[in-house]
């Protein structure tokens, strides 16, 4: 399969990442309209914190395919994963403002139904059995 410019909404932190979203006290994900890029000035300040950027932030980045341990072959196994567990009470009515639905590779393999959980996606927890909507993306 050919990325085609397809976008990771699963990425890990770094330089030239972009972020598109912060965890609220929900322990959800408060997506951007607009993502921002991850500059050298902020990718070195938030590597001198105490904790990973990917516990608050949401993060996206080219969708790099068979160089990452969530394809499968053919596609992202974390949205497939993630609709097929996620519990129908959390599951979002309303689409959220996204600034990289264009592009996003769950969105191109799953359409709007991506959309509809995305926001539950955790990229990184201490302890992964804490979050039920965890993504495994700690793991590269």
Same mark, same amino acid.
Do not use: H
């Given at each position: 399969?050919?990325?085609?410019?397809?976008?990771?909404?699963?990425?890990?932190?770094? $330089?030239?990442?972009?972020?598109?979203?912060?965890?609220?006290?929900?322990?959800?994900?408060?997506?951007? $309209?607009?993502?921002?890029?991850?500059?050298?000035?902020?990718?070195?300040?938030?590597?001198?914190? $105490?904790?990973?950027?990917?516990?608050?932030?949401?993060?996206?980045?080219?969708?790099?395919?068979?160089?990452?341990?969530?394809?499968?072959? $053919?596609?992202?196994?974390?949205?497939?994963?993630?609709?097929?567990?996620?519990?129908?009470?959390?599951?979002?009515?309303?689409?959220?403002?996204?600034?990289?639905?264009?592009?996003?590779?769950?969105?191109?393999?799953?359409?709007?139904?991506?959309?509809?959980?995305?926001?539950?996606?955790?990229?990184?927890?201490?302890?992964?059995?804490?979050?039920?909507?965890?993504?495994?993306?700690?793991?590269?």
């Amino acid at each position: 399969m050919e990325n085609q410019g397809k976008t990771c909404p699963s990425a890990k932190f770094t $330089k030239g990442a972009l972020l598109i979203g912060i965890r609220n006290e929900a322990d959800e994900i408060d997506l951007l $309209k607009d993502p921002i890029k991850i500059t050298e000035d902020v990718y070195q300040k938030f590597t001198q914190a $105490k904790t990973k950027p990917e516990k608050t932030l949401r993060l996206a980045n080219k969708c790099i395919e068979s160089g990452c341990n969530q394809w499968t072959g $053919k596609k992202c196994g974390v949205i497939d994963n993630l609709l097929n567990t996620v519990e129908e009470k959390y599951v979002k009515d309303q689409l959220p403002e996204c600034g990289i639905r264009s592009t996003c590779r769950w969105y191109s393999q799953t359409g709007a139904e991506a959309c509809k959980v995305c926001t539950l996606v955790t990229t990184f927890k201490e302890d992964p059995k804490e979050d039920k909507f965890f993504s495994g993306r700690d793991t590269w």
